[in-house]
Every structure is written in structure tokens, then in C-alpha cells.
């Protein structure tokens, strides 16, 4: 194939000869907005690259991404032939291009709606915020739960100390020292059962 034959322009005239509706002015807004449409298309694929290079899970969900990333810049390119077509007319170039950006437009709408379908199954912003949010006030609960523990911990010791050293010196000569005492160990007791309860509650998921 002589590929000559597509960059040909012998036979074709450029856009602006095509009928003498084409002014000055008509013919700026035209190619101005289509530049403009041709670098956004340009500009787009380039940021979803980066939510492109996203380690997914999924290898159709990357292929998708980057078929769409194409469609978009090929479109882009159709946009900046249309400018170029004012200067310079290869249109079986140009239609050789339209046609590939069909089939990847076609490929692309076929396989969008998985890529949706799995998208779809993240979870919204509204509720990674409120796990967010659950994660903020368990973390809070445990830490109170911490901090009375701790302080639950030390009045235990310094009533266990206070007990050994009754015990030690054998300071018990009254039937209210016994009382004191029996009253003390009622309360290590009852101590041990606090502790014990907060620990279970703490550790409860």
C-alpha cells in the first residue's frame, strides 16, 4: 500500500474553500473552540493517569482506564484535525483517524459499564467518613478505658500495700483492727472484680 495515497492532499481543497460562508470571524470562533475542545481531550487523559496508576485490584478495571484514556485522546486529535483542515487537507488521513476513533469510542462504551459496575461497589465518601468517625470514638473509648484502668490499678496496689503491711507487722491488736482489715480485703476484692470488668469491656470489639 502506497501510504503516500493518505497524506495526499491533490485533490481536496481546504475548509475555508468550501463555500463563502466562511468568514474571517466565523472561521476564528471555529477553529478557537475547537483547539480549546482538542486540548482539554489532550489534558484529561493526562490527569486520569494518575487515578490510572492506582494499584487496582481488578486488571479489566486498568484495561478500561486505559482504553477510555485513548478514546478521549483520540477525539482530541479529530477536534485538531478540524482546525488543521483549514490549512491543510489530507482527508483520508483524517478519515483513517475518525475511523480508529470509532472503533476505540465503540470498545470503550462496550466495556465501560463493567468498569461502573465494579466502581460502584466502593464505598461512598459519606461512609469511609462515618468508619471514620466509629474509629475516632473507639480509639477515644479505649483510651479513657486506659486511663481508668490506670487509676483503678494504683489505688488497687497502694490498698494491697497498705494491707501487707498490717499483715507484716502484725498490727492487728483490736477487734477493730480486724474489722479494718476484713473491710480492706472486702474492698481489694471488689477492686479486683472492677478491674477485671473494665478489662473485659475494653477488650470487647
Request: hydrophobic share 45%; aromatic share 14%; charged share 25%.
Amino acid at each position: 500500500m502506497d501510504w503516500n495515497w493518505l497524506w495526499d492532499t491533490s485533490e481536496f481543497v481546504t475548509r475555508n474553500h468550501c463555500g463563502p460562508g466562511w468568514t474571517p470571524e466565523l472561521i476564528g470562533l471555529y477553529i478557537v473552540s475547537h483547539a480549546i475542545i482538542a486540548l482539554a481531550y489532550f489534558a484529561i487523559p493526562i490527569e486520569l493517569y494518575f487515578l490510572y496508576r492506582k494499584d487496582w485490584d481488578d486488571p479489566h478495571t486498568t484495561r478500561v482506564f486505559a482504553m477510555f484514556m485513548s478514546f478521549i485522546f483520540l477525539c482530541g486529535l479529530t477536534h485538531l484535525s478540524d482546525v488543521a483542515a483549514f490549512y491543510w487537507v489530507p482527508y483520508r488521513l483524517y478519515t483513517l483517524l475518525y475511523v480508529i476513533t470509532a472503533i476505540a469510542s465503540a470498545v470503550t462504551a462496550l466495556n465501560l459499564p463493567f468498569l461502573v459496575a465494579r466502581l460502584v461497589r466502593y464505598p461512598s465518601p459519606a461512609f469511609v467518613n462515618k468508619l471514620n468517625d466509629q474509629l475516632r470514638e473507639e480509639v477515644q473509648r479505649r483510651a479513657e478505658a486506659e486511663r481508668e484502668f490506670a487509676r483503678r490499678d494504683e489505688i488497687l496496689k497502694a490498698r494491697l500495700s497498705n494491707l501487707e503491711d498490717v499483715l507484716k507487722n502484725n498490727k492487728i491488736k483490736t477487734v477493730e483492727d480486724l474489722q479494718r482489715i476484713n473491710q480492706w480485703i472486702h474492698e481489694r476484692n471488689r477492686a479486683i472484680e472492677e478491674l477485671r470488668k473494665l478489662v473485659s469491656e475494653w477488650e470487647t470489639p
